[in-house]
């Protein structure tokens, strides 16, 4: 089941909450819509699903256009961020619902919600009530209830929003392992980019209501088209720089450009550069990459797996300051302390098209 | 509908269908002053019912009414249930609004309570009393019942 949206658009009076927005998913991706919170992405998601109109585009589902369908007709699943389980009937009631609203035979319905409880981790549950279960154990229900009737789709809408970080987790893998052992086409909305990486074979990031750019988690973290993907996928380091010919200048330092960026030559750019991406050292000899100046280490923060560390540059506009992240390791080997004088140079880095003043995020 | 003066009702006295004193008009009246007690039942418990419960029946496949009827319904019904039970408990004793549109027509329009007026008008203490005693009982198995249904509210209520 592949998915088509053609320019679909949606305003609540004059706000304009989805514009312009095209997407093809295709057939058994587990597709990831991140944003932040207000972006239009779980009213997207309630336009695929039916569950509110269209101003304007089409929704194909498999070839078929479903756009003026109710939601009765488009054979999705939708799953909520609150479960929304029907309180008054059992798990195995909540579960075969939609198998009896299509008059499955009883002993089929049996079966399927045998079998379901059985993929969600609950082979013992169908009795028990809503209210009885945890909230974990409350969304397993939900999605088993979505994937009853074998839908086209899986639609989610921050299925782990309401749950604790661990579990999260925890049903973060266990819908992943579903989803690609039953090859079903799922969209996940969600804010949380650790939770996109981790299942998502493609992210479209969202941001007031446009869909900026479509990746797969490694191409929109390395090389992303925008600078808000850049700044909203975790921590980064924009720097002013220019493009030439095959060489980069930023402050009194040139680099050679990366692969693919000939058409920002000639150009003013934003240099990114992950913190995870810098390296220091005492001597410019030491250095891994390519050296970009030197700066005062400012900060030395502990941030669990990695040091954080802060470093002021000496030379470039307004005396950058560059968040780096090191291991322990690496800390140790190039024996840096606070207000030390270092040598930054970047492993890897990334150009993107200047469109105002960088700083560092 | 021809709209006839002749009997004082004006607009709802038609001579094809009766309304004004009449048991219709019993029947509107009773409506109109019991609506606001089931309303007042139900809308808190609606209003906590959110939207999505109502979007999950429709992803799952159910119509507008099978929603209703398997969803909605058996989560109000305790509080429908509450409300017409007051709503009963307020008509048992309704004298005022049914005897002006009634007009208490002894053998045609008169309810218990119309009767129980007539009755001791009339000096007919037994008739006046035995009545009184009824409704003296079925209000006290409509407080016992209210009593049982507001529990079984609250249980519900507390187990969400």
């Known amino acids: 089941m592949s998915i088509i949206l053609n320019q679909i658009n949606k305003s609540y009076g004059l706000q304009h909450v989805v514009r312009d927005v095209s997407l093809h998913i295709e057939t058994g991706e587990l597709f990831v819509l991140l944003g932040a919170s207000g972006s239009g992405k779980s009213t997207l998601l309630r336009l695929i699903a039916g ?3 269209v101003d304007a585009g089409t929704i194909l589902l498999n070839g078929n256009d479903v756009t003026h369908l109710p939601p009765q007709k488009r054979e999705t699943g939708f799953v909520f961020q609150n479960y929304s389980l029907f309180r008054h009937m059992t798990v195995a009631q909540n579960i075969e619902f939609g ?58 809408d921050e299925p782990f929003g309401a749950l604790d970080a661990k579990i999260r ?13 039953l090859g079903i086409t799922a969209i996940l909305v969600t804010h949380d980019q650790e939770e996109a990486f981790e299942i998502a074979d493609r992210i479209g990031i969202i941001d007031q209501g446009r869909l900026l750019e479509v990746g ?3 191409e929109l ?24 010919g095959t060489q980069v200048y930023v402050g009194d330092s040139s680099l050679p450009a990366p692969a693919g960026t000939d058409y920002l030559s000639g150009q003013q750019v934003e240099l990114l550069a992950r913190p995870e991406e810098i390296a220091l050292s005492l001597t410019p000899n030491t250095a891994q990459g390519h050296v970009i100046g030197t700066g005062i280490i400012e900060t030395l923060a502990f941030a669990g797996p990695m040091q954080r560390i802060t470093v002021r540059l000496d030379k470039g506009e307004n005396k950058q300051l560059l968040t780096v992240l090191l291991s322990p390791g690496e800390l140790r080997n190039a024996a840096l302390q606070l207000r030390q004088q270092v040598w930054v140079s970047l492993k890897d880095f990334h150009l993107l ?3 105002q003043p960088a700083s560092t995020k | 509908m021809r709209l006839s003066s002749c009997s004082g009702g004006g607009w709802f006295a038609p001579t094809i269908i009766p309304i004004v004193f009449a048991y219709p008009a019993i029947l509107l009246v009773k409506i109109f002053v019991s609506l606001p007690f089931v309303t007042r039942e139900i809308q808190p418990v609606l209003g906590a019912l959110t939207p999505e419960f109502e979007e999950a029946a429709y992803t799952l496949g159910a119509s507008r009414w099978t929603t209703f009827r398997r969803i909605i319904l058996p989560e109000i019904w305790t509080a429908l249930l509450y409300g017409i039970v007051l709503t009963f408990a307020r008509m048992i004793g309704e004298f005022g609004a049914v005897s002006v549109v009634g007009g208490a027509l002894e053998g045609y329009t008169e309810t218990a309570t119309t009767f129980i007026f007539r009755a001791l008008k009339d000096r007919d203490d037994t008739g006046g009393y035995s009545v009184s005693v009824l409704l003296c ?24």
Do not use: W
Request: glycine fraction near 4%; aromatic fraction near 6%; charged fraction near 25%.
């Open chain 2, 137 to 160: 009982i079925i209000s006290v198995i409509i407080l016992v019942v209210m009593n049982q249904l507001k529990n079984r509210f609250v249980d519900d209520a507390d187990n969400r």
């Open chain 1, 353 to 355: 098209p200047q469109t």
């Open chain 1, 51 to 53: 569950l509110i109109d």
């Open chain 1, 216 to 218: 797969t988690p490694s």
């Open chain 1, 221 to 244: 973290y390395r090389r992303p088209q925008h600078r808000f993907t850049a700044t909203f996928l975790g921590s980064v380091n924009l720097l002013n720089a220019s493009r030439n």
């Open chain 1, 169 to 181: 987790t925890q049903l973060r893998q266990n819908l992943h392992e579903i989803q690609k052992r």
């Open chain 1, 99 to 156: 198998l009896s609203i299509r008059r499955y035979a009883r002993i089929d319905r049996q079966q399927r919600v045998h079998e379901l409880l059985e993929l969600i981790g609950l082979p013992d549950y169908g009795k028990r009530m809503p209210n009885q279960l945890s909230g974990g154990q409350q969304q397993r229900v939900a999605l088993a209830r979505a994937l009853a009737y074998d839908p086209n789709v899986l639609l989610m």
